[in-house]
């Protein structure tokens, strides 16, 4: 069994071709169904930071904990936002903004040695998202980091058998877009017991679109 270029330019046609033109850019979404695995079993649950191999062209929030030099030059790099260890001890208690920033922010990074502080301040709010940060050494290149972040994307099925991922936006080619989605599909093949044969049904559709189902040979 394999999922084919092809096929998933042709889904990705039909998509296309059934959404109707919105008053915004559309992100595409994955929908990959899972069979014969129990997720609830925590051996069996699919957590994953996918480096895609284009950007999604549509804005990912980055934020960069550090100090000194790095935060330096984490702003001139272009990070939406860079939290000191000062600003960090400052939201230990406060919970909403932690939850605003969790919820905004699409991807943290940060400095290795503040990671204890980040486990304690941020942990229990993102820790439960996926979403705790990438811990890099404090003499890293951030600006490569940083770009290399925005294609990344964090995959999830904790629950239920079924792994939602935004993969593209409507202004994205279907080649990039296909070679985005095939990059996820092996990659989630490769953590399953059976491979392809642990995926039941592969779906692609747009924000306000219906879903377009993509052929498994």
């Known amino acids: 069994m394999s999922v084919e270029i092809g096929d998933i330019k042709s889904a990705l046609k039909e998509m296309r071709e059934k959404a109707k ?16 695995v129990d997720v609830k079993k925590p051996e069996n649950r699919i957590q994953e930071s ?22 330096l030059q984490a702003r001139r790099a272009g990070a939406d936002l860079v939290l000191e260890s000062a ?9 909403k903004r932690q939850r605003e920033l969790a919820k905004r922010v699409d991807s943290f990074i940060a400095a290795a040695p503040l990671m204890p502080l980040v486990g304690r ?22 600006k ?13 099925a904790r629950d239920q058998p ?30 399953l017991r059976r491979g392809i044969k642990n995926i039941d049904s592969i779906y692609v559709k747009m924000t306000m679109g219906s879903p377009v189902k993509i052929n498994i040979k």
């Open 144 to 156: 490569e980091i940083i770009e290399r972040s925005r294609r990344i994307i964090r995959v999830r």
């Open 162 to 191: 079924v792994i939602h991922c935004r993969v593209g936006t409507e202004s994205m080619s279907d080649g990039e877009i296909a070679e985005n989605i095939q990059t996820v599909i092996r990659r989630i093949a490769g953590k």
């Open 121 to 142: 301040v941020f942990g229990p709010i993102l820790g439960p998202r996926g979403k705790m940060p990438t811990p890099v050494p404090p003499t890293a290149d951030i």
């Open 21 to 36: 033109k919105r008053n915004f850019t559309q992100s595409v979404e994955l929908i990959i169904n899972l069979r014969d």
């Open 87 to 95: 600003d960090v001890e400052g939201l230990m208690n406060n919970k």
């Open 50 to 71: 996918i480096e895609l191999p284009h950007a999604l062209d549509k804005k990912v929030e980055i934020c960069v904990i550090a100090d000194g030099d790095m935060a």
